[in-house]
């Protein structure tokens, strides 16, 4: 099946915010969990966030907590990361994943079906 796209991301200073969007095919999207995850150059993959397929259950990365939400729009099959107070150590490319498990299923990275090519953000000091 088609994989997510994701766009919204860019250069942004340190306490700035982003706010990425990952559109995926609509055959899926309603139920599948969907969730972010980020890789630094030189970093393992990380979990950053992930919500179920209904929206009412999320899931963070202790390193985002509190600065980034998660939401999605099932209407337009899409899903949302809104990043605020964006540091240097944010920097790394984005990638949307999405899998029929639950969200907590994402944040061990287990089922996971959809994988988008990834987006870049850097955080400048």
């Known amino acids: 099946q088609a994989q997510p796209v994701e766009s919204g991301g860019g250069l942004v200073q340190a306490g700035g915010s982003l706010r990425l969007s990952c559109a995926a095919s609509?055959?899926?999207?309603?139920?599948?969990?969907m969730g972010w995850f980020r890789q630094a150059p030189g970093k393992e993959r990380e979990f950053v966030a992930s919500?179920?397929?209904?929206?009412?259950?999320?899931w963070f990365g202790n390193s985002v907590k509190g600065r980034f939400t998660i939401s999605r729009d099932n209407a337009k099959s899409t899903a949302f990361l809104q990043m605020n107070n964006l540091q240097p150590g944010d920097t790394a490319v984005y990638h949307c994943?999405?899998?029929?498990?639950?969200?907590?299923?994402?944040?061990?990275?287990?089922?996971?079906?959809?994988w988008g090519q990834g987006i870049l953000v850097t955080v400048s000091s």
């Open positions: 609509e055959h899926s999207f309603s139920n599948y969990a």
């Open positions: 919500i179920s397929a209904s929206g009412t259950s999320t």
């Open positions: 994943a999405g899998g029929p498990g639950s969200e907590l299923d994402l944040f061990y990275y287990r089922r996971v079906e959809l």
